[in-house]
């Protein structure tokens, strides 16, 4: 069935499809009949940063990025849903065109930028939600936030969504926001790291309770980047690592007619330098440091495939949006041979 819907929705312009296909997912879950339709999968529990999953395959920010859809997605299968990126304040993000298929590679070039209603909206919606499962909440800085003030956006996004979240993600990889990947390296990233750590533990003091906090990385980055990065998130002590975000690279996809196209580059040409990223982060970290595994996911083979390269934890999105709700069973399953 998601086979015919979804060669119905890609005659459309993708962001419009994007839009139809979560409204029309509303719709059907507001009727009672969505959670029914969808094969749930069987328990899978996981506890990771110290939150119990009901499975380890979630899904990755930037789907739900206002957490509209919230009820609809949680009604698909899903052990975590994470939403965002949202800033501070509300920005329209970059003109249109802005997203682009690659189907002959099961790939999406996008260049939203960050295309929020900001963390008042957002809030609203989390607080409305019927959704009971893990909820991540994935924090941004606006476009024209000054990168030597960043940590100043940051801060506010922590704040404002801790009482709401059961984990936060600092996106400090979107290709798509200038100059932001320049805060992944050298005292940029030290600095901010131990402002959000500073941020964190002011909340918990407030709040009473611990949050986890995660970061999400880029997988253009050498070996001696990999290490630099791993090192710097034990010293500030942040709780779990994302890796990885789109590429900006297009060796995967050279020939291609959007091959041109800024923005970064997502779905199974970013398999395998997720994979590199997570294992070096792994040969690093050990066990000290929840890894969660994105980028790729295709199948249940690519999601076993983060797991065997040392991460705890999956997310899906670009594969989700070419395979539908069947990818996540199928990952779960899999994961689940793994492991025993």
């Not at 094969?39 to 499975?55: A, D, S, W």
């Not at 959007?258 to 923005?263: D, P, R, T, V």
């Not at 040392?310 to 899999?334: C, D, H, W």
Request: proline share 6%; glycine share 10%; with cysteine.
């Amino acid at each position: 069935m998601y086979g015919m819907l979804r060669n119905l929705l890609f005659r459309l312009p993708p962001e419009q499809a994007h839009d139809l296909a979560l409204n029309s997912l509303d719709i059907v879950q507001k009727m009672g009949v969505l959670k029914p339709l969808v094969r749930q999968p069987e328990p899978c529990p996981v506890n990771v940063m110290g939150l119990q999953f009901p499975n380890p395959v979630g899904l990755a920010a930037g789907l739900d990025k206002n957490a509209d859809h919230l009820d609809a997605l949680g009604s698909l299968g899903f052990g975590f849903i994470e939403v965002g990126t949202v800033t501070p304040l509300a920005q329209p993000g970059n003109p249109k065109p802005r997203m682009f298929r690659l189907p002959e590679h099961q790939a999406i070039i996008n260049r939203m930028g960050f295309n929020n209603e900001g963390l008042e909206h957002l809030l609203a919606n989390v607080m409305n939600r019927r959704y009971t499962g893990v909820l991540g909440i994935n924090v941004g800085k606006n476009k024209n936030t000054p990168n030597d003030e960043s940590e100043l956006d940051y801060r506010k996004g922590i704040a404002a969504v801790y009482s709401h979240a059961d984990y936060i993600t600092v996106n400090v990889s979107s290709p798509n926001t200038p100059g932001l990947r320049d805060l992944q390296f050298g005292d940029s990233l030290k600095q901010l790291l131990h402002a959000i750590k500073d941020e964190q533990l002011k909340c918990q003091a407030a709040h009473g309770n611990y949050v986890p906090v995660a970061v999400k990385i880029a997988p253009d980055m050498d070996d001696e980047g990999i290490r630099f990065v791993a090192n710097a998130l034990m010293e500030a002590g942040i709780d779990g690592v994302i890796a990885t975000n789109t590429t900006i690279s297009r060796d995967a996809v050279r020939g291609h007619r959007h091959e041109s196209e800024a923005g970064g580059l997502s779905g199974a040409p970013v398999r395998k330098p997720s994979v590199r990223v997570i294992e070096g982060l792994h040969a690093e970290l050990g066990d000290r440091l929840p890894i969660i595994g994105v980028g790729g996911i295709t199948d249940g083979e690519s999601a076993v495939e983060k797991i065997r390269a040392g991460a705890s934890l999956v997310q899906v999105y670009t594969g989700f949006i070419y395979r539908g709700p069947a990818l996540i069973n199928e990952a779960v399953e899999a994961i689940r041979r793994e492991w025993a």
